[in-house]
Structures are given as C-alpha cells and as structure tokens.
C-alpha cells in the first residue's frame, strides 16, 4: 500500500497535450476515480501510473520512490483493463497465478494463494476453466483476482465494469467497494460514468482536456462544483445552467432572458465581492432542487412543457424557459398532471452561481 | 443457430463447375496419369515411348535400392540434401527469422521497420529467375558483389557457389522467402490484444517471460500455418537449380531438380514419375502431421 503523486506531470502524443500539468497526491488506502468525458486523459492518467505511458514532463512518485523513468514491470503495481485481457490459453487458476509464477513464487505456495484469493472473489470453483466457458461477472472477478493476488501497492482499474450489462453493474460496483474497503489497497479506477464515481470514489478528480478540473470527495463535487463543467458532467440528468445577469440596481437579482431571481442575501454578499453589477453568469440549479407548481412563483421558472418522462419512480419534467431547457425531477411514482404552461420553483439556499469563464461564484 | 445452404444444390454445384473443370483437367487427371506411368518404363524416344510395357514396382525399387541409395547423384543423397535444404532454410532460416524480424518490428514505427518491410516484400515477390540472376551475380567467386565487400575487409573470399554451394543455396532461400513468414507473424502478433501485454507487462513479466506465455501461445496456430507452407513451398522449389543447376556434382540436388533431370533430362518417365509419387506421399505426411497438430491444438483451446 502507498501513496501516488504527481507533480505537473505531462504526457504529449506529437503535438497534442494529452495530460497536461497534473498535479494530485492521492493518500495510502484512498480510492480516486478519475471521471471525465472521452479523450480528457483519465485513461492517460491511469497508464502513466502503471508506467504504460513515459511522461513526457514533471514527475511520478509511488510511496517514496520516483518512479517517472521505472518500467511498468518494476513498479509493483495490479491493473484491471476494461477487456480484463485473461489469457485464453491459460486457465481461470493459471491467469490468477501468473504474477506470482512471474515472480517464481513456488507452485506450492501459488496453489495457495490463489485458492485464498479465489476464494475472497468467489471464484474458486472455477480455478480449472478457461476464460471462454465463464461469464462476463466472473471473469472481471479473475481479473481482479489476478490484479489482487500479489498484492501491489497500488491498485488500477480501466473502466472495469463497462463491458458487463446493467444488473451486473451494479453488483459488480458494490462488490468492487466492498472488495476495497476490505483490502484497503489504494486504488485509482477510471470512469466516464459519475454514477459509478459517486459510488465508489473517496475522491472524485473530474478530467477534462488533460487537466484536472475538480479534486474532491463525491458530495463536495456534486453540492460545489468548480466549474460549470463540472456542474455539468456530475448528476443525472445534469445541472440546469441558464445564462444571465447581475443586476444590483433596487432589489439585488439575476436576470435572463426569461428568469428574474432574487438574490439571497448571503448571495448579494458574495456577488457584490467578486461580480459588479451588469455581469455576465451563469445560475445553475439541479433537476432535483426544483419542484412543480400549480401556480405562478415568483423568482421561479415558467414555460411550456418540452417533454415528460416517467421512470417508476420518479419523471423527468422538460419545460421551454425562453431558448433554455430545464428538467425537473420528482420524486413520486404517479405521472403528474401538467397543464400547458407549467411552473417550477426551488430552494433558493440550492442556487449555484459561475462566472462568464464557468468558474464557480462560493455563494454558501 | 443451424446454418444453411444459400444457393440449392444444383445451382451451387453449376458455380462449382467451371472451377471443377480445371481442376479435374490441370490436377486429378495429370495425377492419375503420373500414377499410371510410374509403374511403366515409357521414355521420350525409342521403343517404349511408343509400346511402354508395365513394370510393376521396378522404378521404385530402382529408386530405393539399398546398394547406391545413398550415393552422389541418387534418390536417397537428394532426400538427405532436401532435408537440410527444407531444415535450415525453411524451418530454422525463414520461420524463425521471420518471426524473430515480426517480434523485433512489432510495436516499432519508423522508417527502420518501413525499410525492412519494403525490402523483404520486394524480395519475395520479385520473379525467380531475375532473382537468381542478381544472386549469381552477387556470390560470383571473383569479382562478385558480396566477395569485392570480404575483400575489402581482408576476409577470405570462397568461390561461393562452388565451395559452399548448400550453405549459399540455403542461405538465398532465407533471403526470398522471410517475407512471408514475417507478414504473417506480423499480422497475428498484430492481433493479440494490446491489453494481453500490458498486462504482462504490469504484472512484471520479463520480454523473455511475455515471449514464452502470452505471444508463442496465442500465435502457435500462425506458426503451424506457416510451417505447412513453408516446408512444402521449400520441399517443392525449382528455384536452386537456377542459382547451381543441382551442382557441382549433385551438391545442391534436392528432390525436385532430382526428378526433373529424371524425367526431362534423361527423359526416363516412368522413373520421373515415380519420383513424383514418392514426393508427392512425403508432402501428404507433412501436411497431415502438421493438421494433426493444429486439430490436438484448436481441440484444447
């Protein structure tokens, strides 16, 4: 077990940056998941760890050790890949023991370790089959075996659970975590689905074009996003983000094109710190800080329905605001009634604030 | 999920049939004439080119007969020349060349590997005689290519074709058909998914370790292919007696310049033939060894 870091580590294919300045350092035990959309450099990230990839700048630590310029052979490392890339030739017993028959652990003490591995996983009726003749769920519970049975110091994993179907998912996600928090290995996973994040992550690191946007645990990411980016990528559906303005003159509120919102005062207090009147923002608020209306709100939200989708037990309400869509989630297991022109209104406390940059106005 | 058949069979089999022709025309009846006339002592000229008279198993007695078997110029030295020829420049030279160029260009882009690539396609698929031409030209005893670069380096400078004419005949079969073996070891290391060495690689496996577990492993079926083809392509070539004409004193006379001095120079058919049938029994025994081998093979995987 031991902690990564990187400092402004940089990795560029020719002339594209594709991670470019990272900086993190991620605690003994701690599982990160690095999140973000394709092509932000998460999977990067993870293979200049595991020593996949030579960085191309700054440096990588592994515990105490610098290992930017250390073979991936030499770095100690288990790593799951998103096809769990078994061997076929090999059988379940045989993939699970080749790092330690790399490692010429004798054959007695193999057969054992990998029984008590098997074991943990569940997987030890298996040892004598191949990867062909298992399922999807069991053989990415191999390939974990085999990333586990040395026990490294550091624990990777490529978008693990992308290739196995809906229900397994799930099972498989609360296994991983279980298996985590047993093992107690430090872990970083790679995922573009913030569900899988949220569920797993000690700490989230939101990726986008090559650099790191947001480092936090899964709740300070989904209550204060850092960016509109962020805002966006975190929650499902996402943020609602309307364009709009600072207006201070009378009553102190945001304007859009078809919003007005009064400010709160604690708002009013962070705005007039960091905003003059007349700027440019963008308000946020979740589908789930929003609720419907039978009547008009003021400083609420009205428009025609867009569109309505029940999924048991809540539904998705999609309402025209001026150019803007915004989603309301209600959690109730009945369709609701909706008239024409409906309205939503929220917690004023649940309102996010960015600049025009998409940088995140600390309002709370 | 039970397949069918996309056409009938009468129509499929009137799509076989132009095809079946010339097979039936070019293969099955040359065979079972080759057959016959094995066990006939039919000639070019003279009486039995006419009246040729069944002789039973005399040409292949003649062809395994004990007391000479083994001299210069008979059955039996061609086989043994063959064999080395087959062993050193087919299964040591070209295989495994051919692989060991694969691995060492696999995952290397660069002008190096485009090079190498183009020059070992271009030697393989240039024609055979103008290939021979430039290798004759090239091993010359004085003031050949390759004897002017010893020579200017103070080596010894052997008259290549007379001296040594195996080792250069072995040597330029290397040289023409690597290439193959190469883009076919090319192709199947091409396929292993890269996540298969990655994971070696992480788990801390040696180039020596991945080499052995992961890569010889998942491309044995590629190498048994290319082995078939190979043994029977170099078992088969003509191409030698372009470079020595099976000389000097039947040195390089393997099984195929054998049976055409047989046949079309001495003009003794029914010998020719019978030399045929022998080659022909040991190219099936090859072929079913190696089948057997990817049939144990597919079973297990």
Not at chain 1, 115 to 122: D, S
Not at chain 1, 315 to 325: I, R
Not at chain 2, 43 to 55: C, D, I, K, S
Not at chain 2, 63 to 68: G, M
Request: charged share 15%; net charge negative; glycine share 8%.
């Amino acid at each position: 077990m031991a902690s990564v870091t990187f400092h402004d580590v940089e990795k560029a294919f020719g002339t594209v940056k594709a991670v470019d300045g990272v900086n993190f350092t991620i605690t003994e035990g701690e599982f990160v998941c690095l999140l973000g959309p394709s092509g932000c450099g998460k999977t990067t990230t993870l293979r200049l760890i595991a020593g996949l990839e030579k960085a191309t700048g700054g440096n990588i630590q592994i515990g105490d050790l610098d290992v930017t310029h250390l073979a991936a052979k030499d770095r100690d490392i288990g790593m799951v890949f998103q096809d769990y890339a078994l061997y076929p030739h090999m059988t379940i017993g045989e993939n699970i023991g080749y790092p330690l028959k790399v490692r010429n652990v004798p054959t007695d003490a193999r057969a054992t370790r990998i029984g008590e591995v098997a074991k943990n996983l569940q997987i030890d009726k298996l040892l004598e089959r191949r990867p062909g003749e298992i399922s999807g769920g069991q053989q990415q519970r191999t390939s974990v075996a085999r990333a586990v049975v040395h026990e490294p110091q550091v624990f990777l994993f490529d978008e693990p659970l992308s290739n196995l179907d809906a229900k397994l998912r799930l099972e498989a996600r609360s296994f991983l975590k279980h298996l985590q928090r047993e093992v107690g290995v430090t872990a970083v996973y790679v995922t573009h689905d913030q569900a899988e994040a949220m569920a797993l992550a000690d700490r989230i690191a939101v990726m986008n074009e090559g650099r790191i946007v947001q480092m936090a645990p899964p709740l300070e990411v989904y209550h204060r996003p850092g960016t509109t980016f962020v805002a966006n990528f975190l929650g499902s559906p996402p943020m609602n983000l309307l364009p709009g303005k600072v207006a201070l003159d009378g009553e102190p509120r945001f304007v859009g094109e078809a919003f007005t919102i009064p400010m709160q005062s604690h708002v009013e207090t962070a705005v007039r710190q960091h905003l003059s009147d007349g700027a440019q923002v963008t308000v946020g608020i979740r589908p789930e800080h929003l609720d419907l209306s039978q009547d008009p709100v003021s400083g609420g939200f009205q428009g025609p329905l867009y569109a309505l989708e029940t999924l048991g037990p809540e539904s998705l309400v999609t309402l025209k605001v001026g150019d803007e869509l915004l989603t309301v989630r209600i959690f109730s297991d009945d369709a609701p009634q909706l008239a024409d022109t409906v309205h939503a209104a929220f917690d004023p406390e649940k309102l996010h604030v960015f600049r025009e940059n998409g940088e995140r106005i600390p309002v709370e | 999920m039970q397949r069918r058949p996309i056409l009938s069979l009468p129509t499929g089999a009137l799509f076989m049939l132009p095809a079946g022709i010339f097979i039936v025309a070019f293969i099955l009846l040359p065979f079972f004439w080759i057959a016959a006339v094995s066990f006939t002592n039919r000639t070019l000229t003279g009486r039995t080119a006419v009246n040729p008279e069944f002789v039973g198993l005399d040409n292949y007695l003649r062809l395994f007969d004990a007391s000479r078997f083994l001299n210069s110029g008979e059955f039996g030295a061609s086989l043994l020349i063959t064999g080395q020829f087959v062993f050193f420049s087919a299964i040591i030279g070209q295989a495994f060349l051919g692989l060991a160029l694969a691995w060492f260009f696999f995952n290397r882009k660069g002008w190096i590997q485009n090079t190498v690539t183009t020059i070992a396609i271009i030697a393989w698929i240039m024609p055979d005689v103008v290939v021979a031409f430039a290798w004759f030209a090239f091993l010359n005893g004085d003031g050949g290519t390759l004897n002017q670069i010893l020579g200017f380096f103070g080596l010894p400078t052997p008259d290549w074709l007379l001296d040594l004419p195996l080792v250069s005949v072995i040597i330029f079969n290397i040289w023409r058909g690597t290439a193959f073996s190469m883009l076919l070891f090319s192709s199947a290391l091409g396929a292993i998914p890269p996540s298969y060495l990655e994971t070696a690689n992480v788990v801390g496996a040696s180039t020596w370790q991945r080499l052995r577990d992961i890569i010889l492993p998942m491309i044995r079926s590629h190498i048994v292919t290319a082995l078939i083809l190979i043994t029977l392509w170099t078992f088969n070539t003509f191409t030698p007696f372009l470079l020595t004409g099976g000389g000097p004193s039947y040195q390089t006379e393997v099984v195929s310049i054998y049976t055409y001095r047989t046949a079309f120079q001495f003009f003794r058919f029914g010998s020719g033939a019978a030399v045929g049938m022998v080659m022909m029994i040991i190219n099936l025994g090859f072929a079913l060894v190696y089948l057997s081998l990817l049939r144990t093979q597919r079973r297990s995987a």
